[in-house]
T-cell receptor, first 117, second 117 residues
Framework: AQKVTQAQTEISVVEKEDVTLDCVYE???????LFWYKQPPSGELVFLIR??????QNEISGRYSWNFQKSTSSFNFTITASQVVDSAVYFC??????????????FGQGTILTVHP | GAGVSQSPRYKVAKRGQDVALRCDPI?????LFWYQQALGQGPEFLTY????????KSGLPSDRFFAERPEGSVSTLKIQRTQQEDSAVYLC???????????????FGPGTRLTVL
């Protein structure tokens, strides 16, 4: 069975600091997808990024960047120059590509990020 | 609508009551997922529909939980004889799989927060 671990339960930073959220996953499958979602206080999960297991290229989108390292089964997320609006719970998730998983997501426990002004 | 909608947003039930939670997926989305999110935890998979067919219900915690999607669009998650441990946020997600990987991302609704007293 697959598993996603987000070891950081809570992180608190001051605005403009950089912050990295860690994600480690476990799966025996060779083809899978990794995701990051943001859950603001309103409760809705907002999709941020999707990576497939064959693409280890790091990605940057504005202040967000993701570091995928298959060798360490990690998919870390960095926010540069954090802002108060970044305060939310962030979830890392894994989806298998085939078999009988039907695309269901396995989530980590989430990291609560608080950015103070 | 533009996104996934769920109703009601909040539901308070007395222990033993039956509840019905509704999900309206994004128009045209074939696949629909239900997840349960306990306080302070990541979402956990409950069940999956492709059109009107329920292909995976392995995550339903007991036979008190029942989901349907009779016409392949709106879905209802029903919980019979609610118990306090059913208190959680119930999230619905939809996706349009199969055409291209880039489309196979789950988009979530705001959730229904169920409190069982």
């Amino acid at each position: 069975a697959q598993k996603v671990t987000q070891a950081q339960t809570e992180i608190s930073v001051v605005e403009k600091e950089d912050v990295t959220l860690d994600c480690v996953y476990e799966t025996r499958d060779t083809t899978y997808y990794l995701f990051w979602y943001k859950q603001p206080p309103s409760g809705e999960l907002v999709f941020l990024i999707r990576r497939n297991s064959f693409d280890e290229q790091n990605e940057i989108s504005g202040r967000y960047s993701w570091n995928f390292q298959k060798s360490t089964s990690s998919f870390n997320f960095t926010i540069t120059a954090s802002q108060v609006v970044d305060s939310a719970v962030y979830f890392c998730a894994l989806r298998l590509a085939g078999g009988t998983s039907y695309g269901k997501l396995t989530f980590g426990q989430g990291t609560i990020l608080t950015v103070h002004p | 609508g533009a996104g996934v909608s769920q109703s009601p947003r909040y539901k308070v039930a007395k222990r033993g009551q039956d509840v019905a939670l509704r999900c309206d997926p994004i128009s045209g989305h074939v696949s629909l997922f239900w997840y349960q999110q306990a306080l302070g935890q990541g979402p956990e998979f409950l069940t999956y529909f492709q059109n009107e067919a329920q292909l995976d219900k392995s995550g339903l915690p007991s036979d008190r939980f029942f989901a349907e999607r009779p016409e392949g669009s709106v879905s209802t998650l029903k919980i019979q004889r609610t118990q306090q441990e059913d208190s959680a946020v119930y999230l619905c997600a939809s996706t349009l799989p199969g055409l291209a990987d880039i489309l196979d991302t789950q988009y979530f609704g705001p959730g229904t927060r169920l409190t069982v007293l």
